[in-house]
């Protein structure tokens, strides 16, 4: 019994003792958590509850060298709604839908069809995308729950393709991949904030207030030296061009010679960097920096230099070439474009004799011709702040044949890039000096100071001043009359520069496949432009001063207009001319006819419409005295070459007219219209009765008529 009873009261105590050790152990774990460990376990719990998310930065603007805005950011919005969220009713739903139809131009049963057509128990149906501020407004006013709105930053190219290939374009990570948008990536970019925020046990991400932030640092804007207004005009000419010629490409740059400065840079075909995923991949390369090609009689620039340089040659010295036009060098023909027969170096390079200029190179060592190319910037990159950019091909000496050095003095076994070539001829409208291209004139942080500026940079001296005095009257030779580059010239102004038609080199031979270039400065006694026009494989012609030297005129012709202070210098430079003889029009375009005639300070009437001259009166030879007129008779009915009325016309002559009342004559035939100055007009370009596609500009210069003139008129 006691025995039964012990063991009864032992059980009694063991339970006892159980129940009272559950609390001592809870109340040692208390002391454990909040006093031993609970400074850990806080610190634990911050860590699963709190995060951070990134503040993105704004990426910095691409400017032009006038302030124009050309890339920039924009915020769009999309609207979504959680139809299963506690508390939401179907007139609220309504009320989001008739809000977004009157926002968007949908209508309110395209949305309530969204809603019901989508998965069972969606929480997420995107309503819009893209939507504009004035939308997100309405819709956050509705205070509904439910309804989500989210913000996204986008690139936007204000001017759509202008200058593409030189600003580039950004991914859907905002990150630069083409241009300036990727060379100077880090710059524009910025460095994304941090915000704390704190999870849910559904890990749902909420704000709450006193959260530590830390400030975006927002990224730097760069102003460029591309002039938007000469990119515009470029952009038109080159592509007008293209089409003109049936090239398949083309490129054209601009440059400030003094400085190094790019004004213009472009390429056709080109691509809409808001959508550049829908032209071809090929319309994105930069082909003006990337492409290397041989370059033909541009390049006898070197030649040319060294020659003069190394005394191995003398401007009138007398060159003899095969009747043929065809010369045997070193077991291999060398021709030149026609037979010129026999002239001096001067003609050589006027009229670009290839038979003639290999002669003259083959007098200098081959260690001396390669050193004149290299200093020239061939062969090596030029250190463009542009992507991608080629360093061109310049074998070294002992790599030559003995056919390189003649066939290079012309252009081919070597590759250059257009830049190369460009700045090559730079140098020699500077002084001789060889200069550091650029775009990016300034970068400037988001409080409007500047943080960095480029300077003009000189790489070498690349040509004496005595020879650019010697050779600048040979390259204005090019432009004359007895010239490669007739149809580069305008009127008024000197020009100096090069044509050039390389053959290609495909599958290891050479096609009957051609690109056609055209170099030039101007003008010749204080350089402000060098223009270079490259055609690859044109089909109205094969050579540059045909078909590039036109394109060189109008982008010129369309600049002058623009440049107030080389206009004013024009005028001031012609001279009057007291008698000229006609010179023989027919068969020439309206422009053509119209420039010879300009040259020779001979006024003209256009009588009939059509691109070719099919009469002339007086008849050629005849002499016109000063303030004689020339008629020219346009056909309309030449084969092949009328001039479509409904998007061609014949440019107006608004001089002596009000500036109202020539922008209403231009605008009411089809142009645009760049005014600069007011009063009365007194110059306008391109000339009266030049024939241009509808749709481009007309630049008209005003002046205010003296008070004289006005006092007389009112009596």
């Given at each position: 019994?006691?025995?039964?009873?012990?063991?009864?009261?032992?059980?009694?105590?063991?339970?006892?003792?159980?129940?009272?050790?559950?609390?001592?152990?809870?109340?040692?774990?208390?002391?454990?958590?909040?006093?031993?460990?609970?400074?850990?376990?806080?610190?634990?719990?911050?860590?699963?509850?709190?995060?951070?998310?990134?503040?993105?930065?704004?990426?910095?603007?691409?400017?032009?060298?006038?302030?124009?805005?050309?890339?920039?950011?924009?915020?769009?919005?999309?609207?979504?709604?959680?139809?299963?969220?506690?508390?939401?009713?179907?007139?609220?739903?309504?009320?989001?839908?008739?809000?977004?139809?009157?926002?968007?131009?949908?209508?309110?049963?395209?949305?309530?069809?969204?809603?019901?057509?989508?998965?069972?128990?969606?929480?997420?149906?995107?309503?819009?995308?893209?939507?504009?501020?004035?939308?997100?407004?309405?819709?956050?006013?509705?205070?509904?729950?439910?309804?989500?709105?989210?913000?996204?930053?986008?690139?936007?190219?204000?001017?759509?393709?202008?200058?593409?290939?030189?600003?580039?374009?950004?991914?859907?990570?905002?990150?630069?991949?083409?241009?300036?948008?990727?060379?100077?990536?880090?710059?524009?970019?910025?460095?994304?904030?941090?915000?704390?925020?704190?999870?849910?046990?559904?890990?749902?991400?909420?704000?709450?207030?006193?959260?530590?932030?830390?400030?975006?640092?927002?990224?730097?804007?760069?102003?460029?030296?591309?002039?938007?207004?000469?990119?515009?005009?470029?952009?038109?000419?080159?592509?007008?061009?293209?089409?003109?010629?049936?090239?398949?490409?083309?490129?054209?740059?601009?440059?400030?010679?003094?400085?190094?400065?790019?004004?213009?840079?472009?390429?056709?075909?080109?691509?809409?960097?808001?959508?550049?995923?829908?032209?071809?991949?090929?319309?994105?390369?930069?082909?003006?920096?990337?492409?290397?090609?041989?370059?033909?009689?541009?390049?006898?620039?070197?030649?040319?230099?060294?020659?003069?340089?190394?005394?191995?040659?003398?401007?009138?010295?007398?060159?003899?070439?095969?009747?043929?036009?065809?010369?045997?060098?070193?077991?291999?023909?060398?021709?030149?474009?026609?037979?010129?027969?026999?002239m001096n170096f001067r003609q050589v390079i006027e009229k670009s004799s290839n038979i003639a200029t290999a002669e003259v190179a083959m007098r200098l060592k081959p260690d001396t011709f390669y050193q004149y190319a290299r200093n020239l910037g061939f062969g090596t990159a030029t250190s463009i702040d542009l992507p991608n950019e080629e360093n061109g091909r310049l074998r070294?000496?002992?790599?030559?044949?003995?056919?390189?050095?003649?066939?290079?003095?012309?252009?081919?076994?070597?590759?250059?890039?257009?830049?190369?070539?460009?700045?090559?001829?730079?140098?020699?409208?500077?002084?001789?000096?060889?200069?550091?291209?650029?775009?990016?004139?300034?970068?400037?942080?988001?409080?409007?100071?500047?943080?960095?500026?480029?300077?003009?940079?000189?790489?070498?001296?690349?040509?004496?001043?005595?020879?650019?005095?010697?050779?600048?009257?040979?390259?204005?030779?090019?432009?004359?009359?007895?010239?490669?580059?007739?149809?580069?010239?305008?009127?008024?102004?000197?020009?100096?520069?090069?044509?050039?038609?390389?053959?290609?080199?495909?599958?290891?031979?050479?096609?009957?496949?051609?690109?056609?270039?055209?170099?030039?400065?101007?003008?010749?006694?204080?350089?402000?432009?060098?223009?270079?026009?490259?055609?690859?494989?044109?089909?109205?012609?094969?050579?540059?001063?045909?078909?590039?030297?036109?394109?060189?005129?109008?982008?010129?012709?369309?600049?002058?207009?623009?440049?107030?202070?080389?206009?004013?210098?024009?005028?001031?430079?012609?001279?009057?001319?007291?008698?000229?003889?006609?010179?023989?029009?027919?068969?020439?375009?309206?422009?053509?006819?119209?420039?010879?005639?300009?040259?020779?300070?001979?006024?003209?009437?256009?009588?009939?419409?059509?691109?070719?001259?099919?009469?002339?009166?007086?008849?050629?030879?005849?002499?016109?005295?000063?303030?004689?007129?020339?008629?020219?008779?346009?056909?309309?009915?030449?084969?092949?070459?009328?001039?479509?009325?409904?998007?061609?016309?014949?440019?107006?002559?608004?001089?002596?007219?009000?500036?109202?009342?020539?922008?209403?004559?231009?605008?009411?035939?089809?142009?645009?219209?760049?005014?600069?100055?007011?009063?009365?007009?007194?110059?306008?370009?391109?000339?009266?009765?030049?024939?241009?596609?509808?749709?481009?500009?007309?630049?008209?210069?005003?002046?205010?008529?003296?008070?004289?003139?006005?006092?007389?008129?009112?009596?």
């Amino acid at each position: 019994m006691f025995d039964a009873r012990s063991a009864i009261i032992g059980r009694i105590f063991l339970v006892l003792g159980l129940v009272l050790l559950l609390p001592v152990a809870i109340a040692l774990q208390i002391v454990r958590i909040q006093w031993v460990e609970g400074s850990n376990l806080k610190a634990l719990w911050n860590a699963q509850t709190l995060d951070y998310i990134p503040v993105q930065a704004q990426r910095g603007n691409i400017l032009d060298s006038e302030g124009r805005v050309l890339a920039t950011n924009s915020i769009t919005y999309t609207a979504a709604i959680d139809p299963q969220v506690p508390g939401i009713t179907r007139e609220q739903i309504d009320m989001v839908c008739n809000t977004l139809a009157r926002h968007t131009g949908q209508t309110a049963t395209h949305y309530q069809r969204l809603i019901h057509n989508a998965p069972r128990g969606s929480r997420y149906i995107v309503l819009g995308r893209n939507l504009n501020s004035d939308t997100h407004e309405a819709l956050r006013e509705l205070s509904i729950r439910g309804l989500i709105l989210e913000e996204q930053y986008r690139r936007r190219y204000n001017f759509e393709s202008l200058a593409s290939h030189v600003v580039g374009h950004v991914n859907h990570e905002f990150t630069g991949v083409m241009g300036l948008e990727s060379y100077y990536n880090r710059v524009l970019s910025g460095k994304d904030g941090q915000q704390q925020v704190r999870k849910d046990r559904n890990n749902r991400i909420y704000a709450y207030v006193g959260a530590p932030r830390k400030r975006p640092v927002q990224g730097h804007s760069l102003q460029t030296t591309i002039n938007a207004q000469i990119q515009a005009i470029v952009e038109e000419e080159l592509r007008s061009g293209v089409e003109r010629t049936r090239a398949g490409q083309g490129t054209a740059i601009v440059i400030n010679p003094k400085t190094g400065a790019i004004v213009s840079m472009a390429n056709y075909p080109d691509f809409n960097p808001n959508t550049p995923g829908r032209g071809a991949n090929e319309n994105r390369r930069n082909f003006a920096v990337s492409d290397m090609i041989e370059p033909g009689s541009t390049f006898k620039l070197v030649t040319a230099v060294a020659a003069v340089e190394q005394k191995v040659v003398h401007l009138d010295e007398i060159f003899e070439t095969p009747a043929n036009g065809r010369q045997l060098i070193h077991g291999q023909w060398m021709r030149d474009h026609d037979p010129l027969g026999t002239m001096n170096f001067r003609q050589v390079i006027e009229k670009s004799s290839n038979i003639a200029t290999a002669e003259v190179a083959m007098r200098l060592k081959p260690d001396t011709f390669y050193q004149y190319a290299r200093n020239l910037g061939f062969g090596t990159a030029t250190s463009i702040d542009l992507p991608n950019e080629e360093n061109g091909r310049l074998r070294k000496p002992f790599e030559w044949s003995l056919v390189t050095l003649p066939w290079m003095s012309v252009g081919y076994e070597v590759q250059v890039t257009p830049l190369q070539m460009a700045m090559a001829y730079a140098a020699l409208a500077n002084g001789g000096n060889l200069m550091r291209p650029y775009i990016v004139e300034k970068v400037i942080d988001e409080n409007g100071r500047t943080v960095k500026h480029t300077k003009p940079h000189i790489l070498r001296q690349a040509i004496h001043p005595r020879t650019i005095q010697t050779l600048m009257p040979v390259f204005e030779g090019v432009i004359s009359d007895s010239g490669t580059a007739q149809y580069a010239s305008i009127s008024g102004i000197p020009i100096a520069g090069k044509t050039g038609t390389a053959q290609k080199y495909i599958d290891g031979r050479y096609r009957a496949r051609y690109r056609a270039s055209f170099v030039g400065f101007y003008p010749t006694d204080d350089p402000k432009y060098v223009v270079l026009i490259l055609l690859d494989e044109p089909k109205t012609s094969i050579y540059g001063g045909f078909v590039a030297g036109p394109i060189f005129r109008n982008i010129s012709r369309r600049i002058i207009g623009l440049d107030h202070e080389l206009h004013r210098s024009i005028n001031r430079d012609q001279e009057p001319v007291f008698w000229s003889e006609a010179p023989s029009v027919k068969g020439m375009t309206l422009t053509e006819a119209s420039i010879l005639l300009r040259n020779r300070n001979i006024d003209y009437t256009v009588s009939g419409r059509g691109l070719r001259v099919t009469g002339q009166e007086p008849a050629p030879g005849t002499r016109i005295e000063n303030g004689g007129k020339m008629l020219v008779t346009l056909d309309i009915t030449v084969p092949g070459e009328s001039v479509n009325t409904e998007t061609h016309s014949l440019i107006p002559d608004v001089r002596g007219m009000s500036m109202r009342q020539a922008v209403q004559l231009l605008l009411e035939n089809g142009y645009q219209v760049q005014r600069t100055g007011s009063g009365t007009v007194y110059a306008q370009f391109p000339e009266a009765g030049a024939v241009m596609q509808k749709g481009r500009s007309v630049t008209i210069r005003g002046r205010a008529r003296p008070m004289e003139t006005l006092l007389s008129a009112g009596r």
